[in-house]
Nanobody
Framework: QVQLVESGGGLAQPGGSLRLSCAAS????????MSWARQAPGKGLEWVSG????????HYADSVKGRFTISRDTAKNTLYLQMNSLKPEDTALYYCAKDKATLITYEYDYWGQGTQVTVSS
């Protein structure tokens, strides 16, 4: 069965960095676009970033553009999110999600359980 397992969250200081990972299994990882989304306390789900199945294209929410970088390693079936220049407003539960197609359609059929990121001094 499809599994998405996030890791790498934790506590970071403002201006600091974290790298999130999402280990994928149960499907052909290289055939689907993937995305990261987040949910801050008391707020709705916010899409953060997406990457095409072959890694040739990436997209970012304006709130993270220039600070976050999404990537994928097909050999390891793993999705990454490098987060730099972290701000307190980046505090959220971060999820990875499997798209239904090779390009980013914003239609997801599987989600991970999430990893908590807290940015605080």
């Amino acid at each position: 069965q499809v599994q998405l397992v996030e890791s790498g969250g934790g506590l970071a200081q403002p201006g600091g960095s974290l790298r999130l990972s999402c280990a994928a299994s149960g499907f052909t990882f290289s055939s689907y676009a993937m995305s990261w989304a987040r949910q801050a306390p008391g707020k709705g789900l916010e899409w953060v970033s997406g990457i095409y199945s072959d890694g040739s294209g990436t997209h970012y929410a304006d709130s993270v553009k220039g600070r976050f970088t999404i990537s994928r390693d097909t050999a390891k079936n793993t999705l990454y999110l490098q987060m730099n220049s972290l701000k307190p407003e980046d505090t959220a539960l971060y999820y990875c999600a499997k798209d239904k197609a090779t390009l980013i359609t914003y239609e997801y059929d599987y989600w991970g359980q999430g990893t908590q990121v807290t940015v605080s001094s």
